[in-house]
């Protein structure tokens, strides 16, 4: 079966589970057509989209009481310390909340994902400690406007909170993933705090989901400017100073350079570990020719995206620790 087939069963599936389930509704979003006729390597992530209540327009939740670090006393990262690289290997599953559509963390709860995260997580140690993580798509672009017209919902925030108690209770970070449709990541951002507050919980952009004027999710890959970037960086640098937290994640996917055009242009910030994450399916070449084309260790630390069913004789750990240089972070979708 080819991949572009794969992703059409892919959003037959999300309607399958719409009419079945009783969690939250996947919208399908159209197959990419520019996608398909690119090498695979560079290609888009099918991304059903399963809705929730809350829309990108409302209020966040008041934050919970001991989300934050009681002032005073700094707070650590969930296996000590206070900065992530190179003390640690960051290992993640990638997915959203009830459905298996959009990745492998979506396949089981929280609680029976663990034990098969740690196990896929073993061999990436190398010479630093593994520090798994959840990446948690928290709001997922979408092929309808919706009441807001930003193409773009919030998953239900009592099942991040969920993931965010039961990562803190098994000392794993969250990295919670932001896809705006025609949206702007910062606003996302600010109704996360009550989460990204919280030593554990850190924040990815994934540009492909940001649509220009006009355009609609699944069918264009989007793209963000450095200075929005930079925007939603402060905010959340701003966060860690404030509430002296940890090193936190902050990681930008990327598989085209059009996805993020003046990358020169973004700024470092203290307190975040910038992660420029490399995506893209395929063969091991195409996929060697995307992370060559595209990585800029001097600027960032790298990222690395290796996919269950779309790659062709997919990289294993012992592979990527050959990387040059070798991710500071791994996930799978």
């Known amino acids: 079966m080819s991949r572009y087939v794969r992703v059409v069963a892919a959003t037959a599936l999300a309607a399958l589970l719409a009419a079945c389930s009783d969690q939250p509704r996947p919208q399908a979003s159209a197959p ?6 690119q090498p695979p390597g560079a290609g888009a992530r099918s991304n059903p989209a399963p809705s929730g209540p809350a829309r990108s327009g409302q209020p966040a939740a008041p934050a919970p009481p001991g989300g934050a670090p009681a002032p005073g006393r700094p707070a650590q990262l969930p296996l000590g310390g206070t900065k992530l690289f190179p003390a640690y290997r960051v290992v993640a599953y990638y997915g959203t909340a009830g459905t298996s559509v959009l ?12 034990p098969k995260l740690r196990a896929a997580a073993r061999g ?4 630093r400690k593994v520090q798994v993580a959840y990446e948690l798509i928290a709001t997922v672009a979408q092929a309808k406007p919706g009441s807001d017209g930003d193409y773009s919902q919030m998953i239900e925030e009592a099942k991040i909170q969920r993931y965010v108690d039961q990562a803190r209770r098994n000392k794993v970070l969250v990295i919670l993933d932001l896809q705006p449709g025609r949206g702007s990541f910062l606003p996302q951002a600010r109704r996360l705090e009550r989460f990204l507050v919280q030593p554990h919980v850190g924040l990815a952009l994934d540009p492909e989901w940001r649509m220009p004027p006009g355009k609609v999710p699944g069918r ?13 960086s402060e905010y959340v640098s701003g966060l860690v100073a404030r509430h002296r937290l940890p090193e936190k994640l902050f990681v930008l996917h990327q598989f085209r350079s059009s996805m993020i055009p003046d990358v020169g242009k973004v700024q470092k910030r203290p ?10 399916f395929g063969t091991r070449s195409e ?8 990585r800029r260790p001097r600027q960032f630390h790298m990222g690395y995206k290796l996919f269950y069913d779309e790659d062709i ?4 750990a012992r ?7 070798v991710p500071d972070l791994v996930s799978f979708q």
């Not at 004789?313 to 294993?316: G, I």
């Not at 592979?319 to 240089?325: C, E, I, Q, S, T």
């Open 287 to 294: 996929k060697d020719a995307t992370w060559k084309r595209l």
């Open 32 to 37: 990419n057509p520019a996608a398909s006729a």
């Open 220 to 232: 264009t890959i989007g793209r963000v400017s450095a200075a929005e970037v930079n925007s939603v």
């Open 313 to 316: 004789k997919r990289y294993r």
């Open 124 to 127: 990436f140690a190398g010479d």
């Open 319 to 325: 592979d990527v620790l050959k990387f040059k240089p």
């Open 103 to 114: 990745g492998v963390l979506g396949e089981g709860t929280p609680d029976r994902m663990l």
């Open 271 to 280: 307190g975040l570990a910038m992660v420029q994450h490399i995506d893209g």
